[in-house]
């Protein structure tokens, strides 16, 4: 890297990788590439990287020699250089002033738009938001706990639905027009495997929309599982495991999948305690596991265990390089419910389990729907703009709002510490 020369004047700018947010008396510059993180706190250096963003700077500021020479200045520049995120130019080497095109949010349709249309008509194209829809075929208040846990991420009560099972041709008409634009994710949910008996129908009809399609099962359902449900091509398995765990029950589990020859399995641990996270290790094992994740599950009486393993750190929220793609999509969606439906076997669609029906299957449309949650729902475009995380520098580096942070009653799961 050259020396800087202290008598020369020069041009400063970022690269279009790196990505800046300035609270109050706080930066922070992120490149984005490797995710190297500057905080600034110098009123100096603030001024000078929040000017870089007026409208008539372009991305591109003058530092002449006596700002060069400038302590502060000087070692900031030195820094932004070793670290690859930004440059200067001599001006003398150079006829004009350069440019520099500033990454700006610009989503194709602008949702806030849409919001205050409330009213117009919704566009067919809306449908090609729909990237994931779980189904639960049918629903039996004793056996669906398991299942609700998997979506609210709580160890609630599930709500009194009765025993359904869902009319198949009903959820098919109202899922077809997504059959133009398919699906990335289908998770169909089985609860109770005697109350749902013909997963042979499926593959005629809604399995053919997604890309990926899952079942979810319990392990501790076996006994009434159709085998039928194993011998669908292309599918996929997910199987819940809670605590504490029948041994027998998963032992027959796997020796039936493993009769079955059934490859396509990630099990889920659905872990409340650090005991529960060593015993699901101890399972892993003993069963030569390959394709697994855990799920915590807040109980209500189990915060020490978030705020120990699950809350995240400053050191957390940079360990991984995040995109831009990703920063901007933060700040305008929720990634973990954009584009998501979830419909109970009684026909009731939600965006999350955790908030307002929008809908039921045989009432509404597809395309109703999605403009409900879109003009009116809380959970696509739920974002990390309440306090104190609209006053945080991180504030689109962590991952958008979850339903943890709804069921522990807290919008900041983390150990980030800072004045609002
Ligand atoms: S306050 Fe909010 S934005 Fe800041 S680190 Fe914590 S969770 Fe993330």
């Known amino acids: 890297m050259n020396n800087i020369d202290k008598n020369e004047d020069f041009w400063f700018y970022l690269e279009p990788y790196v990505y800046i947010n300035v609270i109050d008396n706080q930066g922070l510059i992120y490149n984005t590439l490797d995710s190297k993180t500057i905080i600034v706190n110098n009123p100096i250096i603030l001024n000078l990287i929040t000017s870089l963003f007026l409208k008539e700077n372009c991305g591109v500021i003058k530092i002449s020699s006596a700002d060069i020479k400038n302590i502060d200045i000087y070692n900031f520049i030195v820094e932004i250089r070793k670290n690859f995120m930004g440059d200067i130019i001599k001006i003398n080497d150079i006829d004009a002033k350069p440019i520099q095109i500033v990454p700006l949010l610009n989503l194709q349709r602008d949702i806030k738009r849409m919001q205050k249309e409330f009213g117009m008509d919704y566009k067919a194209s809306d449908i090609s938001y729909i990237n994931s829809i779980s189904v639960f075929l049918d629903y039996d208040l004793n056996k669906s706990h398991q299942f609700i846990k998997y979506f609210t991420k709580h160890n609630m009560h599930a709500k009194d639905l009765g025993n359904n099972i869902i009319l198949l041709d009903t959820l098919w008409k109202f899922l077809y ?10 998770e169909i949910i089985i609860c109770n ?47 819940l495991i809670d605590f504490p765990v029948i041994q027998k029950s998963l032992k027959n589990f796997i020796q039936c999948l493993n009769s079955e020859n059934i490859k396509r399995v990630e099990f889920v641990f659905q872990i409340t305690s ?40 400053e050191k957390d929220i940079v360990s991984t390089p995040i995109s831009r793609r990703e920063i901007f999509m933060r700040q305008v969606i929720n990634s973990f419910d954009f584009g998501r439906l979830i419909i109970l076997a009684n026909g009731d669609i939600y965006s999350n389990l955790l908030g307002q029906k929008l809908g039921n299957i ?29 006053k945080c520098i991180y504030q689109y580096l962590c991952p ?10 807290r ?3 983390c150990h980030v510490k800072f004045e609002v």
Do not use: M
């Open 177 to 186: 027009p997504l059959s133009a634009y398919g699906l990335n994710n289908l």
């Open 362 to 390: 045989i009432s509404n449309t597809v395309f109703e729907v999605i403009h409900k949650e879109l003009t009116l729902g809380t959970n696509w475009l739920n974002c990390r703009s309440s306090k104190p995380c609209n």
């Open 400 to 409: 958008s709002p979850s339903n943890y942070e709804s069921v522990i009653d």
């Open 274 to 313: 650090k005991y529960d996270y060593y015993l699901s290790n101890k399972i892993i094992k003993e069963n030569a596991i390959k394709n697994y994740i855990y799920q915590p599950i807040y109980t209500g009486g189990n915060i020490g265990f978030f705020e120990n393993y699950i809350f995240l750190s």
């Open 411 to 413: 919008s900041n799961l």
């Open 193 to 239: 495997h005697s109350l749902y008996t013909k997963p042979n129908e499926l593959k005629d009809s809604v399995l053919k929309l997604a890309v990926n399609s899952y079942i979810l099962l319990s392990y501790n359902n076996l006994s009434e599982i159709n085998a039928d449900i194993f011998k669908i091509e292309n599918l996929n398995f997910k199987i």
